[in-house]
């Protein structure tokens, strides 16, 4: 997400006076609170009309579902009936069934969409508007895929400060297969719950959607596992699902407690609060046979840097295990492997600005000046990207 629309979302947000209030649910997440009454902000007048106007500027609301309605016929309710109707719903909600699509992905597959009704669209955003700012509290700053502020280009510059900076040229690169078709709902459903979503009437908003029911060439189906991909919720059920690998990798050595507290809140240049660990982590360098890795997430494609192969071999395992004992997601053994970026590349993709998808490839060319680090694709020639900035 840019900038500017984070921007435009935030000005609606204060013409409806929703800023103090989602950023109170910010705080009190920080906070450890559990949220039990959650109903009464996502059935309230200014939640609803902000979510249908953010529907509004959004051009799938123009993809119509199996109902064949789109954006264009809400907007011929009066927005106080629009309000009325979508509060008429949550009492028992229902979601049509959903339709599905493929689209091609660029490299001759093709990937299924799952396009709810516009009312369910509505709907999944009058939720999403309240849950996200809870959610955010809990995920880890290297999760990049699908929240406010962030993007490829935030997941790319940590890989270039992990290389460059840290000198991790061993990246542990998992394929999850068929991420977002195996979520599996039980375990979605307590992770939901152990983030602080406890508001029985919402979990069971959420259980229905995913419980709809997908239409494909006439023929119906009732998903056991996954959640579709296009729908307006979709994204921020899949980051609450690998929040918690991003925490176990954390676990392993960013935030293991020392007996001694070596961490220490800084001010950035931003003016934010930030802990520095630096010094705990120098420690347990020297004093210590711990394994030194870190992730960086973008949605369902991430990797973990180490220091060494030995590392980067322990951890590709590892983690392998905990995805299907902990997720019961398996990973694609093709198109996963261990990468040494001094003698080979790592793939990633990059967002352009025209909103298409180009592949970059890092690695670190022998004679790179020190602060400098190799990007091909092809959209360019091999050039050297300082990454002087991110100090």
């Given at each position: 997400m840019t900038k500017e629309t984070v921007n435009k979302s935030e000005k609606n947000m204060y013409r409806y006076g929703l800023q103090d209030r989602l950023c109170g649910l910010y705080n009190q997440s920080l906070q450890g609170k559990?949220?039990?009454?959650?109903?009464?902000?996502?059935?309230?007048?200014?939640?609803?009309?902000?979510?249908?106007?953010?529907?509004?500027?959004?051009?799938?609301?123009?993809?119509?579902?199996?109902?064949?309605?789109?954006?264009?016929?809400?907007?011929?309710?009066?927005?106080?009936?629009?309000?009325?109707?979508?509060?008429n719903k949550l009492i028992q909600y229902q979601p049509k069934q959903v339709r599905r699509v493929y689209i091609d992905k660029g490299n001759g597959k093709q990937r299924p969409l799952g396009i709810p009704s516009i009312w369910d669209r509505l709907i999944q955003q009058c939720v999403l508007q309240v849950l996200e700012p809870i959610c955010e509290a809990k995920f880890h700053e290297r999760s990049n895929g699908f929240r406010p502020y962030r993007s490829t280009q935030n997941a790319i510059a940590q890989c270039y400060k992990m290389i460059q900076l840290q000198n991790l040229h061993y990246v542990v690169d998992i394929d999850i297969k068929g991420f977002f078709d195996n979520i599996n709902h039980a375990k979605l459903i307590r992770q939901i719950w152990a983030i602080g979503i406890q508001d029985l009437k919402v979990i069971a908003i959420i259980k229905a959607m995913l419980k709809a029911e997908i239409l494909f060439n006439d023929i119906v189906t009732s998903p056991e596992t996954g959640?579709?991909?296009?729908?307006?919720?979709?994204?921020?059920?899949?980051?609450?699902?690998?929040?918690?690998?991003?925490?176990?990798?954390?676990?392993?050595?960013?935030?293991?407690?020392?007996?001694?507290?070596?961490?220490?809140?800084?001010?950035?240049?931003?003016?934010?609060?930030?802990?520095?660990?630096?010094?705990k982590w120098s420690m347990l360098r020297d004093k210590s046979k711990l394994k030194e890795i870190y992730i960086v997430r973008y949605a369902d494609d991430f990797k973990i840097f180490c220091r060494d192969y030995n590392t980067a071999r322990k951890t590709f395992q590892a983690v392998t295990k905990w995805l299907k004992e902990r997720l019961s997601l398996d990973i694609s053994t093709e198109k996963s492997g261990i990468t040494n970026l001094e003698k080979n590349y790592m793939d990633y993709f990059y967002d352009t600005d025209f909103g298409q998808a180009t592949l970059i490839r890092m690695t670190v060319p022998e004679g790179a000046p020190s602060d400098?680090?190799?990007?091909?694709?092809?959209?360019?020639?091999?050039?050297?990207?300082?990454?002087?900035?991110?100090?």
């Open positions: 559990q949220f039990r009454h959650l109903m009464k902000y996502i059935i309230s007048e200014e939640n609803i009309v902000l979510a249908y106007r953010n529907i509004c500027k959004n051009n799938g609301s123009f993809t119509a579902g199996v109902d064949g309605k789109t954006i264009r016929d809400i907007q011929k309710y009066p927005i106080q009936l629009v309000v009325r109707k979508v509060r959640t579709p991909q296009g729908g307006i919720l979709s994204p921020l059920l899949s980051n609450i699902v690998l929040n918690e690998l991003d925490w176990w990798v954390a676990s392993q050595w960013e935030t293991i407690p020392t007996k001694t507290n070596r961490e220490y809140p800084k001010t950035d240049k931003n003016g934010f609060t930030v802990i520095d660990r630096s010094q400098r680090i190799a990007m091909t694709g092809p959209a360019f020639n091999t050039i050297y990207w300082d990454v002087t900035f991110l100090k």
